[in-house]
């Protein structure tokens, strides 16, 4: 199966599963319940499982899941994990790990954990930098993760600095 093949199976998935699960809020949005997050979480990760062959690549999307409906802790544990496995097969100088980076300071801004996101952003940013790979879609998330940062560490010029980097790469 191809890797838009997997992506839309794993969103018919997810909408499926929270479709099948949902509740009506009082202000009239669908919402699912906390215990529906843990079986959706399971559910999809079990899918990921039994579509994607590389184990590196099924921490990944166990991380991704698990964001997507919340699970920031759990998303944790599964984007250190698949950073562990990238630098044991790939090596900190590699995009696999850069990658892995990416994820867990993304994951660590959810948690709220900045110092150590800034830190990982900053990592990644050093091996696209040196690779002259600053089209990458990892910068990008990088750049605005950090401007989102600074700015609810109230240091607007930072923020906007990130920002305008971003901008910048855009146009």
Avoid: W
């Avoid at 921490?59 to 899941?65: D, R």
């Avoid at 994990?81 to 044991?88: D, I, K, Q, S, T």
């Avoid at 040196?130 to 401007?147: H, I, Q, R």
Wanted: glycine share 6%.
């Amino acid at each position: 199966m191809s890797t838009k093949g997997i992506l839309q199976t794993l969103m018919l998935a997810i909408l499926a599963c929270l479709a099948a699960t949902a509740q009506t809020s009082s202000d009239g949005y669908i919402v699912p319940t906390r215990e529906d997050n843990d079986s959706v979480a399971a559910s999809l990760e079990r899918l990921a499982n039994a579509y994607i062959d590389d184990v590196n690549s099924q921490y990944k999307a166990g991380a991704y899941l698990a964001d997507s409906v919340g699970k920031y802790k759990i998303a944790l544990r599964y984007a250190e994990h698949g950073l562990a496995l990238a630098r044991e097969q790939f090596g900190e100088y590699s995009q696999p790990f850069a990658r892995g980076l990416v994820l867990v300071a993304r994951v660590n801004t959810r948690l709220e954990h900045f110092d150590k996101a800034l830190e990982l952003f900053n990592k990644a940013l050093d091996y696209y930098q040196k690779e002259a790979d600053l089209e990458n879609f990892d910068v990008s998330t990088a750049y605005m993760n950090m401007g989102f940062i600074y700015s609810a560490l109230g240091d607007n010029d930072k923020a906007l600095d990130f920002s305008n980097k971003e901008i910048g790469r855009a146009s």
